[in-house]
């Protein structure tokens, strides 16, 4: 069974760092491609970031670019999303999302498609103030 449990979210100032993580069991994190998600009310669900499971390909939301960095820990099984100079805009719940595999239809244009993400963890706060 597979599992995705992230962790790490809180409360920080605005131009603060926090970093998010989302534990992987019940298969191998870097047989699949990876992303982060986030959601705030009144929103739609926005790609924040994702990698390819050869870790070739990294993505970025143009909102993020610079700021936020995505990585993997193949020891621990873990994803991780580094965020840098947050901002009131990016509060938001923080959800990872791993596709079934690497024979799913990831890449430049797919990669923030939340249907080709099979798997999904139930979320971490992220909240900014200004």
């Known amino acids: 069974q597979v599992e995705l449990v992230e962790s790490g979210g809180g409360s920080v100032p605005a131009g603060g760092s926090l970093r998010v993580s989302c534990v992987v069991s019940?298969?191998?994190?870097?047989?699949?491609?990876v992303a982060w998600f986030r959601h705030s009310p009144g929103k739609e669900r926005e790609a924040v970031a994702s990698?390819?499971?050869?870790?070739?390909?990294?993505f970025y939301a143009d909102s993020v670019k610079g700021r936020f960095t995505i990585s993997r820990d193949k020891p621990r099984n873990t994803l991780y999303l580094q965020m840098n100079r947050l901002i009131p805009e990016d509060t938001a719940m923080y959800y990872c999302?791993?596709?079934?595999?690497?024979?799913?239809?990831?890449?430049?244009?797919?990669?923030?498609?939340?249907?080709?993400?099979?798997?999904w963890g139930q979320g971490t706060q992220v909240t900014v103030s200004s």
């Open positions: 990698v390819s499971a050869g870790g070739t390909m990294e």
């Open positions: 019940g298969t191998i994190l870097f047989e699949s491609h």
């Open positions: 999302a791993m596709t079934a595999g690497r024979g799913v239809d990831w890449g430049s244009t797919t990669w923030d498609k939340p249907s080709i993400y099979k798997y």
